[in-house]
């Protein structure tokens, strides 16, 4: 990932700012120049040559974190959110590094309660700086999402990351989780599905759509190898509420309201939980048992 940055003529990749960022004094001279460096050694009180000082203001000011203002360096705009965030934020983890890894050991514990991992996780967290940057869900194995944008990002990054099984219930259309299920399927992902999305675009009529009017001939081999693959249980029924199981182990599901149940309220994931898997798989079965099999995937197979 590359920045450009107004007014310079080349551009900053991350790899050449963490390259500054490690060395000690060139952050320290940033977070001096956040509130205002003389361009003078002396300004700085850290035991370095002159020309080392000059060395690193000079980089600093090539990579466009600091510049001269009425006889100050200061920072730029990007060189105060790696301030106010990056260095304040790393400042603060690795100053709490033994609770981190409190935390670490605790996960790794197989005989320790799902339950009671979270309690003592949140009050680490609750008792040491950590909570200025980070909260419960972070460290632990559960996050709640209450934006439907960020669920749809939520759902993508745990499908990339299936590598063997998924069962998923939705009556939610996003086209970009939708390409890349149908590539995960066409790669040989094991997909068990009940689509609960109006018949006008529905998976079917969707699939459908691209066998008589093919966008590309890649896109038309993939949807014929999908339909026919005994991978890919598609199945129609009205469901109330979306969810998704990958891999047996991590979830996430839609909370409904019961005053305003068709509107999205809320998203939770649970990355590491084999018994709340194993319940959503259940409860998928119980759906599946009544659920209908589209007409174009039983053609497919049938021919």
């Known amino acids: 990932?590359?920045?450009?940055?107004?007014?310079?003529?080349?551009?900053?990749?991350?790899?050449?700012?963490?390259?500054?960022?490690?060395?000690?004094?060139?952050?320290?001279?940033?977070?001096?120049?956040?509130?205002?460096?003389?361009?003078?050694?002396?300004?700085?009180?850290?035991?370095?040559?002159?020309?080392?000082?000059?060395?690193?203001?000079?980089?600093?000011?090539?990579?466009?974190?600091?510049?001269?203002?009425?006889?100050?360096?200061?920072?730029?705009?990007?060189?105060?959110?790696?301030?106010?965030?990056?260095?304040?934020?790393?400042?603060?983890?690795?100053?709490?590094?033994?609770?981190?890894?409190?935390?670490?050991?605790?996960?790794?514990?197989?005989?320790?309660?799902?339950?009671?991992?979270?309690?003592?996780?949140?009050?680490?967290?609750?008792?040491?700086?950590?909570?200025?940057?980070?909260?419960?869900?972070?460290?632990?194995?559960?996050?709640?999402?209450?934006?439907?944008?960020?669920?749809?990002?939520?759902?993508?990054?745990?499908?990339?990351?299936?590598k063997k099984e998924v069962y998923l219930a939705t009556r939610y259309h996003d086209p970009s989780f939708s390409a890349r299920l149908f590539k995960k399927i066409a790669s040989g992902l094991n997909v068990h599905m009940i689509d609960s999305l109006p018949e006008q675009i529905s998976v079917e009529n969707r699939l459908g759509a691209v066998l008589r009017t093919p966008p590309n001939k890649d896109t038309l081999a993939m949807v014929k190898k999908i339909i026919k693959s005994p991978k890919f249980d598609l199945r129609r029924k009205d469901v109330p509420t979306s969810f998704m199981v990958v891999d047996g182990t991590s979830v996430c599901y839609e909370i409904v309201t019961n005053s305003n149940p068709e509107q999205f309220t809320l998203g939770i994931s649970h990355y590491d939980d084999p018994y709340l898997a194993e319940r959503f798989i259940s409860y998928y079965n119980i759906l599946a048992k009544d659920a209908v099999i589209p007409k174009l995937i039983q053609d497919a197979r049938d021919g």
């Open 1 to 162: 990932m590359e920045y450009f940055l107004t007014g310079l003529s080349g551009k900053v990749t991350i790899e050449e700012v963490f390259s500054i960022l490690s060395d000690r004094h060139s952050v320290n001279i940033l977070k001096t120049a956040y509130s205002g460096l003389k361009a003078t050694p002396s300004s700085y009180h850290g035991n370095i040559s002159k020309k080392q000082f000059y060395v690193r203001l000079k980089r600093l000011k090539d990579m466009g974190l600091i510049n001269k203002r009425d006889g100050f360096y200061r920072t730029t705009t990007l060189g105060s959110l790696l301030c106010n965030g990056f260095i304040d934020m790393m400042e603060t983890v690795t100053k709490n590094y033994w609770s981190l890894k409190a935390v670490d050991v605790l996960k790794a514990k197989k005989d320790f309660p799902l339950r009671q991992k979270e309690s003592v996780i949140e009050e680490i967290i609750r008792n040491s700086n950590l909570r200025d940057v980070v909260n419960a869900t972070h460290l632990s194995g559960f996050s709640v999402i209450k934006d439907y944008n960020q669920t749809i990002a939520e759902v993508i990054k745990l499908l990339e990351n299936a």
